[in-house]
């Protein structure tokens, strides 16, 4: 399995943006498929998560203000992320697995990240 992140650039606060993470290799590896962050000095995150069947997850930080999706003709994981504030600024990854972790940044897949950050 191969993860790809595109997306991330420089915005201003109350500025959007979507991330998008390519996906390629075995589908019955990729049954969940995520997104998560991790900001300079801090944790990785969960951020959002998106199952076989399409039932979305969030974390609370980001309910309301971005949206997770995919395109399944192009094997694609899309984060929709709206109302950007300066704490979003972070390293944004995008994960896969046959199993579902939930939030939690256990899974076997990971893409190599992509930029976001969020300043005036």
């Known amino acids: 399995v191969q993860l790809v992140e595109s997306g991330g650039e420089s915005v201003q606060p109350g500025g959007s943006l979507r991330l998008a993470c390519e996906a390629s290799?075995?589908?019955?590896?990729?049954?969940?498929r995520g997104w998560f962050r991790q900001a300079p000095g801090k944790e990785r995150e969960g951020v959002a998560t998106?199952?076989?069947?399409?039932?979305?997850r969030y974390a609370d930080s980001v309910k309301g203000r971005f949206t997770i999706s995919k395109d399944n003709a192009k094997n694609t994981l899309y984060l929709q992320m709206n109302d950007l504030k300066p704490e979003d600024t972070a390293m944004y990854y995008c994960?896969?697995?046959?199993?579902?972790?939930?939030?939690?940044?256990?899974?076997?897949?990971w893409g190599q990240g992509t930029q976001v950050t969020v300043s005036s």
């Open positions: 998106y199952d076989e069947v399409g039932i979305t």
């Open positions: 994960a896969a697995d046959r199993l579902d972790y939930g939030l939690k940044d256990l899974y076997k897949y």
């Open positions: 290799g075995r589908p019955d590896q990729m049954y969940v």
